[in-house]
């Protein structure tokens, strides 16, 4: 039997029952910890951006792209709030 191009590029199968499946693995990313935004951004790419979505996850790049956002929504969260406490007059 000839081998297929997955089998040429190095790919692996493996039998279930009457089938074989392709050998097939996420690449490993490094988990970061993601806070409300990331997390509010991930349900907006899952309901309303699904080819983005699967996109980031498929290429292992999701959990960085979240933290990411997360980090640039936060730093003007946090500006904002201090800017409250300022002109509300509170020390701590």
């Known amino acids: 039997m000839a081998k297929t191009i997955f089998e040429e590029l190095g790919g692996k199968y493996e039998g279930q029952g009457d089938y074989l499946i392709p050998c097939i693995a996420l690449p490993t990313e490094e988990e970061q910890p993601i806070g409300i935004w990331g997390q ?53």
Do not use: C, W
């Not at 991930?42 to 309303?48: I, M, V």
């Not at 979240?66 to 406490?85: C, S, T, V």
């Open 40 to 92: 509010r951004h991930l349900n907006d790419l899952k309901q309303y951006r699904k080819v983005t979505y699967t996109n980031l996850l498929t290429s292992g790049r999701l959990n960085t792209y979240l933290a990411d956002i997360d980090k640039q929504a936060q730093e003007p969260f946090e500006r904002l709030i201090e800017g409250m406490k300022q002109a509300q007059g509170i020390t701590s």
